[in-house]
Nanobody, 129 residues
């Protein structure tokens, strides 16, 4: 079992930036994918971005393309989400996810949150207008 711990959330004004971090420990893996989902009040958890652990391929939700950047540091077992040009509609709890079964980043989007086995506790991002 892998443990995921997120950090970096907070309250920012629209147009601002944040960088979220997700550190993995326990059973780490050389394949699979890690990524981010978010869940706003009253809404379902939705995919944001993912990165494959071995080659570093990425995949983004259309709503965040050009504003969000996902990256990884294999040596630190950590994935980052750089969020720029924040909008009030980005307000949500952001969850880190990981699953060694994915062969590429897009698979995390295709399979969806119900398939994923490892989750972090979430970090709140609040964007004021």
């Amino acid at each position: 079992q892998v443990q995921l711990v997120e950090s970096g959330g907070g309250l920012v004004q629209a147009g601002g930036s944040l960088r979220l971090s997700c550190a993995a420990s326990g059973r780490t893996f050389s394949s699979g994918a890690m990524g981010w989902f978010r869940q706003a009040p009253g809404k379902e958890r939705e995919f944001v971005a993912a990165i494959s652990w071995n080659v570093g391929s990425t995949y983004y939700a259309n709503s965040v393309k050009g504003r969000f950047t996902i990256s990884r540091d294999n040596a630190k077992n950590t994935v980052y989400l750089q969020i720029n040009s924040l909008k009030p509609e980005d307000t949500a709890v952001y969850y880190c996810a990981a699953d060694y079964r994915f062969t590429n980043a897009r698979a995390m989007f295709i399979m969806g949150p119900h398939y994923i086995t490892s989750w972090g506790q979430g970090t709140q991002v609040t964007v004021s207008s």
